[in-house]
């Protein structure tokens, strides 16, 4: 270790760089945006670190913790980043053992336990597990990300802890190194020694101070290290937040997983009564308690108690469909094993009404709904909810109880608050609208009310003998509050706990022992210095600063799995904090508010956006709602065209961010322009003016564009309304012809009369994703008033291309407040909601015959995300397909893989989801109706992929033709 001359608090960024790469540590970033990605996790914190560690291997974690011991500079553990009580933040080094530390390194099917590095993702473990017929128990709503290591710094538990316990009921051995440098694999040591000792004098304190119920999480699990509990070194750590030691590895155990599941859905007229129900539930379910062993109802056949509150699931209504459920203003989710349960639980419910749930997809529905409670509920009232106290628990028969009186707590301090959780446990998640609306006025004022509101949370849970934290820890949030629920005696021995085991502070300072003030440090409470912007955000009074803090840190976009999502690809390709829907949101955010970067005009917002494929993804897929596509076009207007803009465009902006003019100006020669791009060095020298790849084709112009031959077609002349519009939108216009020729012939041959909006209506969408927004809202004003002349007529209007239907229904309303914009967009068809509706009106209508025909479908993200894709496939399987829907982004998304500097991540985009679906059903249809999928399934792997219009047309012989319309 290199001699350092400076004191710790005196040490520069410089320095300790040097000093941990002189240790041998090589992913060592001390830039401003690696700062800020790293400034916040789940929590309202923000705590800037000096330096963001990388660890790629074991040694590596020894080395860092080895320069934070030697230089006094704290270090603090992050897995996924999803921790709510402020647990991940520090202001010295952070550690991501995400990014390499993230192996499964053993399953062992017989003894039923697995080996795995800390930033291994429980997601990970359980596709290691699931070919044994094993997987892990506990499993937190944050499942799909969330790290092993992660799990034992909170003691996670999850839904499923009532059957399978908390994380430190699986934990069976751990190697850690502790903050003294001591590393323990295992057997006897220096600091289980100390640890022995302090409890064993104070015996009698001990036994009956902690292990009350299964959720006392707060603090330290001293009760693990009573002689009678076997001194269990390796569970008494789960839970110690990071303070005590750095998890190298763990040994965790699995259980068998070959079960029937059945869910029966309680409704309750409100959350309280929910609450008041659980205890009969458990009594009728045999469930048994043991806070040291965990809560075990498996064996009698009960899983999950969860509870949830009808203002979220009203949230993701409005947004889509809910399976149905059974009246009420709140319901409880009760999981079984054992379907004789059924009738008992029934009867001890004291429900308003019950429904078995027995459809796999709507019981996954249900439950994702539950699982994205933490995001749902940050917007389910009309202020911004908020974590910091979200994780209290009490013994679950004085949960109705303890819930009655939060209520009335909330009122006290004109709050709201959306109650949900593991209501079986007696630990309750809420978010709660704190009042920070004067921060610029008054940045103390918010502060102070959030202090005072969790000071009288914490004192009447004591009065209950609850615990402040049931999962997530106590953080930053409830350490200072760790007086109000433990005693004198049990404070002292967690002093002495952290001396024994960190006696120099390093690990994680500020949480726990020595508690930093809850009110400091809160993102929140900071004034926000957001340029007025073009777009309209509505979602969020008009301000850029609320919009871009819409994401709480949850980290959704941060699964290795997008599991029929789109959201996140470049992350899904980079596995790079900075390219995740998170990381964007806390550049942007600490470019309004913080004090690391300057402005959208930074080049670390830049950075972190210029990976971003504007697919839209995040809009439906992010459970708070995060468009980072809409923030990407006004940070980019900003940049280029805001109050005091100087920089200039890049080439490819004023090309391919204007392709629709380009393409109306060259529709005239386009034979032309194609021959000349198709001989190499001009091809080239194209290619680099308009800031193209040279990998890159350059799609063909159509020689008569679809309005140009349908004014020489006999449906042009005839002067009769059609019975069905279709809308040439730009790219179907210049580019994709067949689209449009197809949707015709299908729509004929059912005796329809269609004809061609002949007027000439852009969406903007290119203008958009470049941030080109002053032009845009003059193209989309244009289009917007073209097109509801046509939609009000009461014709069904058509567009073919997804994303461009997409823009209308969505970025339209963002550039105008012309009210025929909402009528556009309420009013414009897909094809597949187009061929629905006719269906419906019209059973006599017969569509082609798709039996036998195999399809793999790529959605274009836009149509995911916006319109849904729902309507698409069901229609296919109505028709007789058998669909393989492809999850993820195709990797083009418009000008972005287009462009110079993309290639490779537009290609891993591709490889992670899209071309390993086409490679492995090499008989099937290829489905795709946006122009970006086809035009990258062409380039890539040379697979010619239809629009639902063309592959229906292909099979008009295998239908009845409709009759006349007229």
Not at 553 to 569: E, L, R
Request: hydrophobic share 40%; charged share 25%; aromatic share 4%.
């Amino acid at each position: 270790m290199p001699d350092l001359a400076l004191p710790a608090s005196d040490l520069a960024a410089p320095d300790l760089v040097a000093a941990l790469r002189g240790a041998g540590l090589s992913d060592v970033d001390d830039s401003a945006l690696a700062r800020a990605l790293y400034s916040s996790d789940a929590s309202l914190y923000r705590v800037p670190p000096r330096a963001v560690v990388r660890p790629r291997h074991r040694d590596e974690l020894l080395a860092v913790l080895g320069v934070a011991r030697e230089t006094g500079v704290p270090l603090t553990m992050r897995g996924a980043g999803t921790s709510i009580a402020g647990n991940a933040v520090g202001p010295g080094i952070v550690v991501d053992t995400s990014r390499h530390l993230n192996r499964v390194l053993s399953v062992d099917p017989e003894s039923r336990t697995a080996l795995v590095e800390p930033g291994t993702a429980h997601a990970v473990l359980q596709r290691a597990a699931a070919p044994h017929g094993l997987r892990f128990g506990p499993d937190p709503s944050t499942h799909p990300r969330c790290t092993i290591g992660g799990m034992i710094g909170n003691n996670a538990c999850g839904s499923r802890a009532l059957g399978y316990g908390r994380t430190s009921d699986n934990v069976t051995a751990m190697d850690v190194a502790f903050g003294t440098g001591e590393v323990w694999t295992g057997g006897s040591s220096a600091a289980g020694d100390a640890l022995a000792g302090l409890v064993d004098s104070h015996l009698a304190h001990v036994r009956t101070s902690f292990g009350r119920f299964t959720r006392q999480v707060s603090g330290y699990s001293l009760e693990h290290l009573l002689p009678e509990n076997g001194r269990d070194l390796a569970k008494f750590l789960v839970g110690s937040e990071g303070t005590l030691g750095v998890v190298l590895g763990a040994t965790v155990r699995l259980v068998d997983d070959r079960v029937d599941r059945h869910l029966l859905v309680l409704g309750y007229p409100s959350m309280t009564e929910a609450a008041d129900a659980v205890p009969a539930l458990l009594t009728a379910a045999g469930a048994a308690t043991d806070a040291v062993g965990g809560r075990s109802t498996a064996d009698a056949g009960l899983t999950a108690c969860e509870g949830l509150d009808a203002r979220i699931v009203d949230l993701v209504r409005a947004g889509g469909g809910v399976p149905d459920l059974p009246p009420g203003g709140g319901w409880l989710f009760v999981e079984y094993t054992d379907p004789a349960l059924e009738t008992a639980l029934v009867a001890a419910s004291g429900a308003l009404g019950h429904r078995v749930v027995t459809d796999e997809r709507e019981a996954a529905a249900l439950w994702r709904i539950r699982e994205d409670g933490a995001g749902l509920a940050a917007r389910s009232l009309g202020r911004r909810a908020y974590s910091g106290w979200e994780d209290a628990a009490v013994p679950p028969e004085k949960l109705g109880t303890w819930l009655r009186e939060f209520d009335d707590l909330l009122s006290a301090h004109d709050l709201q608050g959306v109650p949900y959780g593991h209501f079986g446990d007696g630990c309750v998640h809420v978010r709660i609208d704190f009042d920070f609306s004067d921060r610029d006025v008054d940045p103390a004022a918010g502060p102070r009310r959030f202090r005072e509101f969790l000071v009288a949370c914490a004192t009447k849970l004591g009065e209950h003998g609850g615990s402040m934290s049931g999962e997530h820890g106590d953080g930053r949030a409830r350490s200072e509050l760790l007086p109000l629920m433990y005693d004198a005696e049990s404070l002292r021995l967690f002093s002495a706990v952290k001396h024994a085991l960190d006696p120099d502070d390093v690990l994680n300072p500020g949480v726990l022992v020595d508690p930093a003030p809850l009110d400091a440090d809160l993102r929140p409470a900071r004034p926000v210095k957001a340029p007025r912007p073009l777009l309209r955000l509505a979602h969020d009074n008009g301000s850029f600063g609320e919009a871009v803090h819409r994401c709480t840190g949850v980290g959704k976009c941060v699964a290795p799995d997008s599991k029929g999502g789109v959201m996140c690809p470049s992350w899904q390709a980079t596995r790079d904090e900075k390219d995740s829907t998170r990381g964007r949101s806390r550049v942007l955010q600490e470019a309004l508010d913080g004090t690391l970067l300057h402005g959208l005009s930074d080049p670390a917002v830049g950075e972190a956006l210029d990976l971003c494929l504007a697919c839209k993804g995040c809009a439906s897929d992010c459970p708070t709602g995060v468009d980072m596509a809409t923030y990407k076009s006004e940070a980019l207007h900003q940049r280029y065209d805001g109050d005091g803009a100087t920089e200039r465009r890049p080439m490819s902006h004023l090309t391919l961010g204007r392709l629709p003019l380009w393409s109306r100006l060259i529709a005239p020669v386009a034979g032309l322009a194609n021959t000349s791009l198709r001989i190499g060095p001009l091809a080239r020298v194209a290619k680099k003016v308009a800031g193209v790849d040279q990998r890159r084709s350059i799609p063909s112009f159509a020689t008569t564009t679809v309005r140009a031959g349908e004014r020489r077609t006999e449906r042009a002349a005839d002067a009769r309304v059609p019975d069905v519009w279709v809308w040439a939108d730009s790219f179907t216009d210049h580019f994709q012809t067949g689209s449009a020729h197809a949707a015709i012939e299908v729509l004929e041959s059912l005796g329809l009369r269609v004809k061609v909006i002949d007027e000439h209506a852009c969406c903007g969408l290119t203008w958009i994703t470049t941030g080109q927004l002053t032009k845009a809202q003059k193209i989309v004003a244009a289009s917007v008033e073209t097109l509801e002349r046509y939609v009000s007529s009461g014709v069904p209007v058509v567009a073919l291309e997804p994303s461009c239907l997409a823009t209308l229904r969505s970025d339209a309303t963002e550039l105008t407040d012309d009210p025929r914009a909402v009528t556009v967009a309420e009013g414009m068809l897909s094809f597949a909601e187009l061929l629905t509706r006719l269906r419906a009106e019209r059973p006599e209508l017969a569509l082609p015959d798709l039996t036998g025909v195999e399809v793999v479908a790529q959605p274009h993200c836009h149509h995911h995300a916006v319109i849904g894709w729902g309507t698409d496939e069901t229609l296919l399987r109505d028709l007789g397909a058998s669909v393989t829907k492809v999850s993820g982004c195709c990797g083009l998304a418009g000008n972005f893989g287009m462009e110079e500097g993309h290639y490779e991540v537009s290609v891993a985009v591709a490889e992670t989801n899209l071309l390993p679906a086409v490679r492995s059903h090499p008989d099937a249809v290829v489905l795709a109706d946006g122009m970006s999928c086809k035009v990258q399934l062409d380039d890539l792997v040379g697979v010619r992929a239809l629009h639902l219009a063309e592959l229906l047309a292909s099979r008009l012989d295998g239908a009845a033709q409709g009759g006349d319309a007229s």
